[in-house]
């Protein structure tokens, strides 16, 4: 069966530090990926997605960057975290020409201080 | 381009009240369409999905109907418990050109049930 993990499950950092967070895909391959972020109280904004390794499209500028280095590893990262940058991020992947939906990870919270 | 609105809330119910969150949608081509469950703290869940119109999506006790005519895919539920409690989220694919990459969210509704 398929599974996604995402880490870590909680993060502190401060302004201006950097950031990577870490998705992985078990069971399945060449997976659609995204990442999503989700502030306080709000809906989900989709920030990146990548439909194979080195393939990154970005839905909103901004202050992160993502990467695929392996079919089945997503990153998200960030050279200077900003305030604004808090929330709540979520890894999904889905099956290629799927009308079936996404899996989602656990999230990882983030707090910039 | 594609869109979802669904009621904002927040909703409170008591225990075993009816239970409808709207959500319609707009598309340009022939969408699938879910509704996803976020519980506190935890990443989001699907809960059902239609792929056609008149389809019927039903999880533990949640039905939801795709209606193309109206462009809708309300959500209901007979008896709520305290424990559906939770976020619920609207979402739809579009297959059209391949297309089908991307889920475009509604923007959450917060239902509290209360004992």
New interface residues.
Partial sequence: SQTIH?WPATLVQPVGSPLSLECTVEGTSNP?L?WYRQAAG???Q?LF?S?GIGQISSEVPQNLSASRPQDRQFILSSKKLLLSDSGFY?C?W?AQ???????????T?LTVV | GNSVTQMEGPVTLSEEAFLTINCTYTATGYPSLFWYVQYPGEGLQLLLKATKADDKGSNKGFEATYRKETTSFHLEKGSVQVSDSAVYFCALSDRSGGSNYKLTFGKGTLLTVNP
């Fill in positions: 995402q659609n995204y709000r809906g989900l989709l997605y439909v979520l999904a889905s020409s799927s009308g079936y939906g996404y899996t989602f990870g656990s999230g919270r």
